[in-house]
Nanobody, 128 residues
Framework: VQLVESGGGLVQAGDSLRLSCAAS????????MGWFRQAAGKEREFVTT????????YYADFVKGRFTISRDNAKNTVYLQMNSLKPEDTAVYYC??????????????????????WGQGTQVTVSS
């Protein structure tokens, strides 16, 4: 499975960005998908996840109400709409695919170890 992120860039605080992650080489609809981020000098952290059918989503507290994850299984793509961006959102954003079945709730897919495949990341920089 190959994952390719796009859509990152340099924006100002309060702006919006939409990240995309295109998957190939597997059965996209059978993967729980997640977004993680890693700021310079920090560990990679969970941002959000979406279940296979998109019926369930879960967000880290620091993005609730600002970020929205969605997916289009016909296009093998997962999206991350980021609104009201803050300087502290600056990081490399990674999408990831999880193949094991841990249940239908996205809540169960919050750990890095839950994911088998990772993209190369896309840089998001938010200036103040």
């Amino acid at each position: 499975v190959q994952l390719v992120e796009s859509g990152g860039g340099l924006v100002q605080a309060g702006d919006s960005l939409r990240l995309s992650c295109a998957a190939s080489g597997g059965t996209f609809s059978s993967y729980t998908m997640g977004w993680f981020r890693q700021a310079a000098g920090k560990e990679r952290e969970f941002v959000t996840t979406i279940s296979r059918s998109a019926s369930s989503t879960y967000y880290a507290d620091f993005v609730k109400g600002r970020f929205t994850i969605s997916r289009d299984n016909a296009k093998n793509t997962v999206y991350l709409q980021m609104n009201s961006l803050k300087p502290e959102d600056t990081a490399v954003y990674y999408c990831a695919a999880s193949t094991p079945w841990k249940g239908g709730s996205a809540y169960y897919y919050r750990a890095l170890g839950d994911y088998d495949y990772w993209g190369q990341g896309t840089q998001v920089t938010v200036s103040s």
